[in-house]
C-alpha cells in the first residue's frame, strides 16, 4: 500500500541522499591466526569523522577516521579507501583539508597534526617516493576541537586546550601560499607566539575570539 504526501512539507527523500561510504572496509575484524602472528588488524574500531576533499591532481577523495587510523580512499570508489598504516595513527577524531594550501589537518588522541596531502595522496611517482615529515602544532596539552574558518581573508585554524579550569583557544594562520606576512591579523591577533613550518601560532583573547568565530566559516 503507498501513501501519498499531501503536506507541503518536502518528503525525506527529497531533503536527504543517503549515500554509502563502503559497505565493507568498516566490519572487517582480524582473525585469532592474524593476532596470533602479530599481524596488522584490519578493524577499524569506532568510526568517527569523515571528510570530503579533493587531492593535488583533482580527484575526489575521502577520509575517514576511526579509532584504529585513518582510511583514504577515491569518494566514488569505496573498494579503494585504504587504511593509511605507514602514518601510525590511532584515535583520529577530527580532521580536515586546507585544499589551496595542500595541507591536511588530523586530530590524533588529542594532538593535531599537519600533513602535507602529498604524503597522503601521491599525484606523482616521485612525490610517492618523496618522505614528507608530519609536524606536531600544540604542545604537551591536549588539543579538545579545532575548526577552520576565515578572518581578514586569511584562512585560520583554531583550537582550543585546556589550562587548569581554563580553557584557552589559540590560532594558526597558514604561511604557505600567503603573500603578506599578516596584514590586517597582526591588529586583531596578539603577537605570535611562535611560527612553524606552515602557520603562525597565536594566543586569542576573549574578544578576538568573537571576532574570529564571528566572521569564520568551518
Not at 24 to 29: L, P, R, Y
Not at 99 to 128: H, K, M, T
Request: with cysteine; proline share 3%; net charge negative.
Amino acid at each position: 500500500m503507498s501513501h501519498a504526501n499531501t503536506t507541503n512539507e518536502p518528503s525525506t527523500s527529497e531533503v536527504f541522499q543517503v549515500v554509502t561510504l563502503s559497505s565493507d572496509t568498516f566490519i572487517i575484524q582480524s582473525t585469532p591466526a592474524q593476532q596470533s602472528r602479530g599481524g596488522e588488524s584490519t578493524s577499524s574500531g569506532k568510526v568517527n569523522c569523515s571528510l570530503s576533499f579533493a587531492s593535488t591532481d583533482g580527484h575526489a577523495c575521502l577520509a575517514i577516521g576511526c579509532e584504529e587510523g585513518l582510511w583514504i580512499g577515491y569518494r566514488d570508489d569505496s573498494q579503494s579507501l585504504r587504511h593509511a598504516s605507514h602514518l601510525n595513527l590511532k584515535m583520529v577524531t577530527q580532521c580536515a583539508m586546507l585544499e589551496r594550501f595542500g595541507v591536511f589537518l588530523v586530530l590524533v588522541d588529542q594532538s593535531l597534526f599537519a600533513y602535507d596531502i602529498e604524503s597522503l595522496v601521491p599525484s606523482s611517482l616521485e612525490s610517492a617516493n618523496t618522505s614528507h615529515t608530519p609536524e606536531k602544532l600544540n604542545d604537551t596539552r591536549g588539543v579538545q576541537f579545532f575548526s577552520v574558518g576565515i578572518l581578514a581573508e586569511r584562512t585560520l585554524v583554531l583550537y582550543m586546550i585546556k589550562d587548569g579550569s581554563d580553557s584557552v583557544f589559540h590560532a594558526l594562520d597558514i604561511i604557505v601560499g600567503n603573500d603578506n606576512d599578516g596584514g590586517p591579523l597582526t591588529a586583531q591577533l596578539d603577537l605570535p607566539e611562535y611560527r612553524s613550518r606552515w602557520f603562525r601560532v597565536y594566543r586569542l583573547l576573549d574578544r578576538t575570539l568573537c571576532s574570529v568565530v564571528g566572521s569564520g566559516k568551518g
